[in-house]
């Protein structure tokens, strides 16, 4: 059904005042909710009505026709009506007002409603469900039935992402289903999994190139789409470019930091705590627009932080921001920059963001961008197999988040990743132990080292902040009240108390765990974390 | 003790050794069956007693001649003024016409004085007894009139002197007409509709209970409901539509439109037009289900003042929710009449027969409300 809703009537009399006698056509194709004779009589009137109010007099005829989108019915059923009309408003969807307004091009035609999407009506819950973007490519045998380009936020051919909590969606607050946890349920209920695990390679945007056309005459080509590559997990042997993988290969416990470039052209704070990391981490996270603000430029930052504070970068990479080609043409640069590590990921969803108008790109995903890199780095070539002189060599990693739930669709989805070729995998935050252990069992069998995220309070409020909007982190509630207990003395107390707790937690991990180093985020406060890691006594060298 | 047998609502029980039969005015319906069923003329109702109505026949045989009487459920769908086709089908053109929410209030006595009277035929038509709005009325009704016809019979009255017959009203899909969307199908409460290709929508007249619903959603006026049909309302609605500003002269006050559901207000002698509100107009649904937004706007048009929805009280509806229906049609046609300064002038009361005057009261109350709003809005001049 083609999903349409209603225009405020003020907008309908401000296109009508030119005229004076008006035909009100409805349809009664598949324009939903219906817009038959029924909302003719209703408009008929209602503009009739309102038009008095501003003492316009107008005349208005109802009618209705079968399906205004068939030029030769629109012809047929319109011609004899329309002669003494000098315009029509059209009950139908925008095909349907185009359809007409190309037999009648000398009448104005005005639309009546908005057309929104191609859905499904729940009639219970009168509500109407976006089903399907018409993007050319159907994947629903392979989905379960369930459409992952319309019902993901982001598109996504390689999903889920990490927005996902609960099988709740980031975009739109928590509301709507993630949909690739929807597929997940479905492939697994019916034994299907091996679906769920399936790497499909970048989608052919051509397709749905604007305006399509089909000829009635000729059938369209077959091709087969998705790319399985039948590759046993992490057999692969992994080449070292950077100094955090040369590290990792020598079975060194490792931490790496993380800085956030900020809305600013000023990077001195940003290079100065790069300097307090320096001699306690291998390598230094810059983020790229993290939670979709337009923050200062990734790759510049990455660069900068090398050569003002000599610490290796960790480049993160969203395809939130940017197509294919805007990708590869970072990927490039970043080579000649002297970039070593690149992080893969999808990044936020722009409604999250400060600027929530924003067009979402989502040309690639993460499996997709790994993918890339990897033919960038492996074959010396981009996504279409064009030859790239000097290519760039960097060592890949992926985020992946131990806070999941459900855990086995994340598994999986990293596996799709790892097959492709991952050399590390940095997570989100954990906070207790347990949670470390659980997720580490989960990933053993990817053979891929793990460098598990911690991050340390900056403040109460922080806390209250992300145990309140970050969804899908679990702090223990003996955590969270030894902290507010310090709080209660000071300020100082409660960092004090931080340190104390993260110094125990990470010796914990280390000892308890097969984790191959910690991500460390204590973005603001950067000079907390030497303090943390001396006195968990683990030696970093 | 045989009223609180015959109460299909439980309203009526014997309290203590007296025997002393207790009303519980909660769970009275006002149905009447108590009070045709009482030996002893012992109960007391407002509504059609039988020398109103006796004097109602009486008058109407010598103003119109006429002989033969037709008494009718309003369930058998014979809404005065809009049954013209019907009354030639059942032959009741040359008949004294009386509709009473229950043909089950009709006592014995009735039948027989008004045949001492003069009148030689009596036609009783009443709801199918699974339809029947009041559960047992048309039944204990059928009974009741079976026996009066064999006393009948035994003191030599004729074979026909009083006929019964069954109909209830029934929706029936115009095929031609049907778009196939499903509005009608979802709507019904009674699962009586059916999608089937190609056709479109079917209706089972079995499980129909002709509440109407289905045609107050249908969008290509494919419904066809005796007497309740889209069409048939509307004409009577826009016939006003040159009386108006007649009325409005008249009366100095603002001319409504009274959607009354025909089961929350029973009138003495079912004509709720009374003379003390000459500027109102009923117009009578089979349930407040059949409320029609397109109705409503169309009354506007014609140049009514301001529209009233007379529903049943909650939990009272005699069908199936078909008063929530109408306050969810109604509140959303509200928002669409603030575009054009009418939502005002439209409103919803809840009513129920047994509060004696009810009805009358929220009309005034509600002409009231809508007599100081400006003129801009109200439509045709």
Redesign the interface.
Same mark, same amino acid.
């Given at each position: 059904l083609i999903v349409t809703k209603e225009k405020a009537l003020q907008e309908i009399l401000g296109f009508l005042a030119p005229h004076k006698r008006i035909l009100i056509v409805g349809c009664e194709g598949c324009t939903t909710p219906t817009r038959g004779l029924r909302e003719a009589k209703t408009y008929a009137m209602l503009v009739e009505m309102g038009g008095k109010l501003k003492n316009k007099e107008l005349q208005c005829r109802p009618t209705t026709m079968e399906k205004q989108c068939d030029n030769y019915e629109a012809i047929t059923n319109l011609s004899p009506q329309i002669q003494d009309a000098d315009a029509i408003l059209s009950l139908a969807c925008g095909v349907g007002v185009q359809t007409v307004s190309e037999v009648f091009p000398n009448i104005p035609i005005y639309p009546a409603q908005d057309t929104i999407f191609l859905g499904s009506q729940d009639r219970d819950n009168s509500t109407m469900h976006e089903k399907c973007r018409a993007c050319g490519e159907c994947l629903l045998g392979e989905t379960g039935g369930i459409c992952p380009i319309t019902r993901c936020a982001k598109s996504l051919l390689n999903g889920p992402c990490g927005g996902q909590v609960q099988g709740k969606c980031e975009a739109g607050g928590w509301k709507n289903d993630c949909a690739w946890i929807l597929i997940y349920n479905r492939l697994k209920e019916r034994n299907e999994l091996d679906l769920f695990r399936k790497f499909r390679i970048p989608p052919d945007y051509r397709v749905s190139e604007h305006p399509r056309k089909l000829s009635m005459e000729t059938s369209p080509e077959k091709k087969l789409k998705t790319e399985t590559k039948e590759e046993s997990v992490g057999n692969e042997k992994r080449e070292a470019y950077s100094e955090l993988m040369k590290q990792l290969g020598e079975g060194r416990f490792v931490f790496t930091g993380e800085l956030e470039p900020m809305k600013t052209t000023n990077l001195d704070e940003v290079i100065e705590s790069a300097k307090i990391l320096k001699s306690h981490v291998v390598a230094i996270n810059v983020t790229d627009n993290p939670t979709a603000f337009g923050f200062f430029n990734g790759l510049v930052s990455s660069y900068l932080v090398q050569r003002e504070s000599g610490v290796e970068a960790v480049y993160q990479m969203t395809t939130r921001d940017r197509n294919r080609i805007a990708l590869l043409s970072d990927i490039l640069a970043a080579g000649t920059l002297g970039m070593k590590n690149i992080l893969a990921i999808t990044g936020d969803y722009t409604t999250v963001g400060d600027m929530p108008q924003a067009k979402p790109v989502f040309d690639l995903d993460s499996a997709t961008l790994v993918y890339t890199l990897r033919k960038v780095i492996n074959e010396g070539l981009d996504l279409n197999g064009n030859k790239i002189e000097n290519p760039p060599k960097f060592n890949i990693g992926i985020g992946a988040s131990p806070n999941s739930d459900p855990l086995e669709p994340e598994i999986l989805k990293i596996e799709r990743k790892v097959k492709l070729g991952v050399d590390f995998i940095q997570t989100q935050c954990v906070y207790s132990v347990e949670q470390a252990k659980h997720f580490m069992e989960a990933v053993s069998y990817l053979k891929t080292p793990v460098l598990l995220g911690i991050a340390p309070f900056k403040s109460q409020a922080m806390m209250d902040w992300m145990i309140k909007f970050v969804p899908g982190i679990k702090v223990p509630q003996e955590m969270e009240q030894r902290l507010r207990k310090a709080r209660e003395k000071s300020k100082e107390a409660f960092l004090e108390e931080n340190t104390e707790i993260f110094a125990k937690l990470i010796h914990d991990i280390h000892k308890t765990t097969n984790a191959a180093g910690l991500h460390l985020m204590a973005v603001g406060f950067e000079w907390i974390l030497p303090k943390i890691i001396e006195r968990s006594g683990i030696r970093h060298n | 003790m045989i009223c609180p047998s015959v109460c299909p609502f439980d309203a009526l029980s014997t309290e203590g050794e007296s025997g002393e039969v207790k009303l519980d005015v909660e769970k009275c319906q006002v149905c009447g069956i108590c009070f045709a069923a009482c030996p002893a003329s012992a109960i007391e109702t407002i509504y059609y007693d039988v020398d109103p109505l006796l004097s109602y026949i009486g008058t109407s045989m010598r103003e119109k001649g006429l002989d033969k009487l037709v008494l009718t459920c309003r369930g058998a769908g014979l809404l005065e003024k809009r049954t013209a086709v019907e009354s030639e089908e059942l032959h009741i053109c040359d008949s004294i016409t009386l509709s009473l929410p229950c043909v089950g209030r009709i006592p014995p006595e009735l039948l027989l004085k008004t045949l001492s009277r003069g009148i030689k035929k009596i036609e009783i038509l009443l709801c199918e007894d699974k339809h029947c709005r009041f559960k047992d009325g048309s039944a204990i009704g059928t009974r009741r009139f079976l026996l009066v016809q064999a006393l009948l019979s035994q003191l030599g009255f004729e074979q026909d002197a009083v006929t019964v017959i069954k109909r209830s009203v029934k929706a029936h899909i115009d095929a031609y007409r049907c778009?196939r969307?499903g509005?009608c199908n979802?709507v019904c409460a009674f699962n009586a509709i059916k999608m089937k290709p190609p056709e479109g929508a079917q209706v089972d007249p079995e499980a129909c209970s002709g509440c109407g619903a289905c045609a107050a959603v249908?969008?290509?006026?494919a419904v066809k409901l005796n007497g309740s049909e889209y069409e048939t309302i509307s004409h009577e609605i826009r016939n006003y539509r040159s009386l108006i500003p007649k009325m409005k002269l008249q009366a100095k006050k603002p001319v409504i439109l009274v959607l009354s559901c025909e089961w929350s207000e029973f009138s003495d002698l079912d004509s709720p037009q009374s003379s003390t509100m000459e500027n109102v107009v009923f117009v009578g649904l089979p349930c407040a289900g059949r409320v029609d937004? $397109?109705h409503v $706007?169309?009354a506007?048009?014609s140049g009514f003042d301001g529209v009233l929805i007379a529903a049943c009280e909650k939990d009272e509806c005699k069908l199936e929710k078909g008063n929530e229906k109408a306050e969810e049609r109604i509140s959303s046609l509200k928002k $669409?009449l603030a575009? %054009?300064?009418?939502e005002d002038r439209l409103d919803i009361c809840f009513v129920s027969p047994k509060n004696v005057g009810d009805l009358d009261e929220r009309i005034k109350l509600f002409i009231e409300r809508i007599n100081p709003l400006p003129v801009?809005?109200a %439509?045709r001049d």
């Open positions: - | 778009i969307c509005n979802y249908c969008p290509a006026f937004t $397109l $706007l169309e506007f048009y $669409l575009e %054009v300064n009418l801009k809005g %439509v």
